[in-house]
Antibody
Framework: EVQLVESGGGLVQPGGSLRLSCATS????????MSWVRQAPGKGLEWVSA????????NYADSVKGRFTISRDNSKNTLYLQMSSLRAEDTAVYYC?????????????WGQGTLVTVSS | QSVLAQPPSASGTPGQRVTISCSGT????????VSWYQQLPGTAPKVLIY???QRPSGVPDRFSGSKSGTSASLAISGLQSEDEADYYC???????????FGTGTKVTVL
């Protein structure tokens, strides 16, 4: 059974940093690209970042470029999102999502999410 | 930000057919396939349709998708109470070099 379990969320002050983790199981993690998607309270879904299966290629939404860093440890089957210079508008539930291999581009499994609140 | 436009709400009575539209541009829907996600209250999204009109195993055939040019649509036939949820379209955007979601549509079963 595929499982994605996020952790690391919490309350952080504006300008602060936080690292999210997504522990995975039930599939060969190193063979699949992964992404982070967020959802602000009462709002819609926003794709944040993606990383290739090897970790050699990454993409970011303009809203987080230069502040967030996606990475993965294939030996630990874990995905990460390092967030810095956090702003109030980064407050959201952050989901990790598994992409299918190849095309088309879509996510077949999602975690349950971890809440990040940026507030003083 | 959301670059795919959806109506904020749609509704119908049990058994009716509801259709949700998704409008994009040549850089997203016009050149890449569309997926649809269902988000039940308080839960993570779940893929409902991929490759414009394909259903993953386990998704009822009451759900169907289509695409024409730079627009796509999701149809729910035989609407049921458990279909009350938020629905999002999505596609890769070649210009933004990122994945874009629609603004979301809340479906209410009257």
């Amino acid at each position: 059974e595929v499982q994605l379990v996020e952790s690391g969320g919490g309350l952080v002050q504006p300008g602060g940093s936080l690292r999210l983790s997504c522990a995975t199981s039930g599939f060969p993690f190193s063979s699949y690209a992964m992404s982070w998607v967020r959802q602000a309270p009462g709002k819609g879904l926003e794709w944040v970042s993606a990383i290739s299966d090897s970790g050699g290629s990454t993409n970011y939404a303009d809203s987080v470029k230069g502040r967030f860093t996606i990475s993965r440890d294939n030996s630990k089957n874990t995905l990460y999102l390092q967030m810095s210079s956090l702003r109030a508008e980064d407050t959201a539930v952050y989901y990790c999502a598994k992409r299918i291999r190849g095309v088309p581009y879509y996510f077949d499994y999602w975690g349950q999410g971890t809440l990040v609140t940026v507030s003083s | 930000q959301s670059v795919l436009a959806q109506p904020p709400s749609a509704s119908g009575t049990p058994g009716q057919r509801v259709t949700i539209s998704c409008s994009g541009t040549s850089s997203n829907i016009g050149s890449n396939s569309v997926s649809w996600y269902q988000q039940l209250p308080g839960t993570a999204p779940k893929v409902l349709i991929y490759s414009n009109n394909q259903r993953p195993s386990g998704v009822p055939d009451r759900f169907s998708g289509s695409k024409s040019g730079t627009s796509a649509s999701l149809a729910i036939s035989g609407l049921q109470s458990e279909d009350e949820a938020d629905y999002y379209c999505a596609a890769w955007d070649d210009s933004l070099n990122g994945y874009v979601f629609g603004t979301g549509t809340k479906v209410t079963v009257l």
